[in-house]
């Protein structure tokens, strides 16, 4: 945390965005929304887009705030006939308009995909995005559905979530069978159930939706011990490119469950997925060099990659290797540094360390 804070104290818009993001989740600092929000405002205020994001998907936060975008839509606005809308539509798509004015959900969604991205001629407008998105969905768009129900979601209003995801999921949408698996899985909004939440990632995994399939593998997997079945799951999932699926798998072959143990298959799994960017994968496939095989200059490469992310684990080993000198050059005073940024991540190993040195 405290590499991040001096960064932001120089103005360095990320890391406030970062910051942020540790006192929202509560990594490393004791949880505090109205901290979090504050630096993420902090963020915004400096040009960052992604604190600006994270200010509208957690808290409403915008030029105007979703609570105000609600109440259009409670007074039955409807964004086709706003002047504000028709003059922010230019010429090229006004025949989308006409479209959805006639009833086609798919030229709403589609308008406000150019609102949100802002193209097309088209300025970015969150409010405008969000009402032709509602319009969409009211049209009966299944993805419209689906991702309204995911900006909701995302304000953690998980009754009005679960409402469009039934209706996109109703029209076999596998994306929002897959959030109507997380909503069970987790218990918002609902009951928690794990029964329910099998059979709604299993619905969309057999529509081939990879994240279900990884995450319906990982059920099997990780609460019900089901092993093989999770590692044909895996591997459909694997076979779409998941970063998670292989991940997973690799772990299997690691741990032999499953399967045979093979800790040289484990290895080609971690690294397909530590290649694609996943770093619990990046900092696995740096243990298996590190533990496995004494390659520790490339496990290092690795841990690095990993720790770039926020890995806490990754963090720590990159210390354990300064401390010991393995791969790089003795280092107690480096060693002790990358410990201190392993439990500012909340890592008890390196809390542990850091005591003893």
């Not at 019900?224 to 999770?230: G, L, T, Y």
């Not at 992310?309 to 210390?319: K, L, S, V």
């Not at 354990?320 to 480096?334: A, H, I, P």
Request: proline share 1%.
């Amino acid at each position: 945390m405290k590499w991040f804070l001096k960064a932001a104290a120089q103005g360095h818009a990320g890391s406030m965005t970062i910051i942020g993001g540790f006192y929202f989740h509560g990594r490393g600092v004791e949880q505090n929304k109205s901290t979090a929000r504050e630096w993420w405002k902090k963020a915004a205020a400096n040009g960052d887009d992604e604190a600006k994001e994270m200010l509208m998907n957690r808290f409403g936060d915008d030029d105007a705030s979703v609570d105000r975008v609600t109440r259009h839509f409670a007074r039955g606005d409807d964004p086709s006939v706003d002047r504000e809308a028709e003059v922010k539509l230019p010429r090229n798509i006004r025949d989308l308009a006409k479209k959805a004015n006639a009833g086609c959900g798919e030229a709403a969604r589609t308008i406000a995909w150019h609102f949100f991205h802002g193209t097309d001629g088209v300025e970015k407008d969150t409010e405008l995005h969000f009402r032709w998105l509602v319009k969409a969905a009211e049209l009966g768009d299944a993805k419209a559905q689906c991702r309204i129900g995911s900006e909701y979601n995302q304000m953690s209003n998980y009754d009005a979530a679960r409402k469009w995801f039934d209706k996109a999921a109703a029209q076999g949408n596998a994306d929002a069978m897959n959030n109507l698996g997380a909503l069970y899985y987790k218990g918002q909004g609902v009951e928690k159930n794990i029964s329910t939440a099998a059979e709604w990632y299993l619905k969309a995994a057999m529509k081939g939706n990879s994240h279900a399939q990884y995450t319906y593998g990982a059920l099997l997997d990780i609460d019900m011990n089901q092993h093989e079945d999770a590692m044909k799951w895996y591997l459909k999932a694997a076979a779409q490119g998941d970063a998670n699926a292989m991940n997973n798998l690799a772990l299997l072959y690691f741990n032999g469950k499953g399967v045979e143990r093979n800790v040289s298959t484990a290895a080609e799994w971690f690294l397909k997925a530590a290649s694609k960017g996943d770093r619990e994968a990046q900092c696995n496939y740096g243990n298996i060099l590190f533990e496995e095989m004494g390659q520790y200059e490339d496990a290092m490469k690795w841990y690095m990659k990993a720790a770039a992310q926020g890995h806490a684990e990754a963090t720590h080993n990159i210390g354990t290797l300064y401390f010991r000198g393995d791969g790089v050059e003795q280092n107690k005073w480096t060693a002790r540094e990358w410990w201190e940024k392993a439990a500012a991540y909340g890592c008890e190993e390196a809390k542990t360390n850091l005591l003893k040195c």
